[in-house]
């Protein structure tokens, strides 16, 4: 069905802010870039897959400002949009934010459930790394909690 000029318009520029998004963070200006997501956001109301790509790249943008907590809290939302469509490059992201959080069972989780979910070779292998580094870590943390 043909768009008015109007509305094309208006999606041109959104598609606009995402991608002055993506290159923000290229450009490692992530505070920039989540403004640009912000306002790219409300504009895809319908659009999952736009709206997925919006809030994996927030979840990006959080995580190289080390703020973690909103870092899952975006890759969780985009999950929740299309949960059997998940993609092992998200869940990967998401185990490493939960990671740097030291919810090391949280990021055990994300680990292996991103493996068979469309993983590269080499990013599964890192996938299996950062599994046996979070039991390694879980262990130290558990065993500090057995001393007190």
Not at 57 to 64: K, T
Not at 90 to 102: H, K, S, V
Request: positive net charge; hydrophobic residues 35%; glycine residues 4%.
């Amino acid at each position: 069905m043909p768009q008015s000029t109007t509305s094309n318009a208006i999606a041109n520029q959104d598609v606009t802010w995402f991608n002055q998004g993506v290159q923000l963070i290229d450009d490692k200006k992530y505070k920039e870039a989540l403004s640009c997501f912000d306002r790219a956001l409300p504009a895809f109301a319908g659009d999952d897959a736009m709206i997925i790509r919006i809030l994996n790249n927030r979840g990006n943008a959080y995580y190289f400002l080390e703020e973690y907590p909103k870092c899952v809290e975006s890759y969780h939302q985009a999950m929740l949009i299309r949960p059997t469509e998940v993609r092992g490059e998200t869940l990967y992201n998401m185990g490493t934010a939960y990671a740097e959080m030291e919810r090391y069972k949280d990021a055990i989780k994300c680990f292996e459930q991103a493996i068979p979910r469309g993983l590269a070779d080499e990013a599964k292998r890192r996938a299996k790394d950062q599994i046996r580094r979070c039991n390694i870590l879980q262990k130290a943390v558990d065993k500090k909690r057995k001393k007190r």
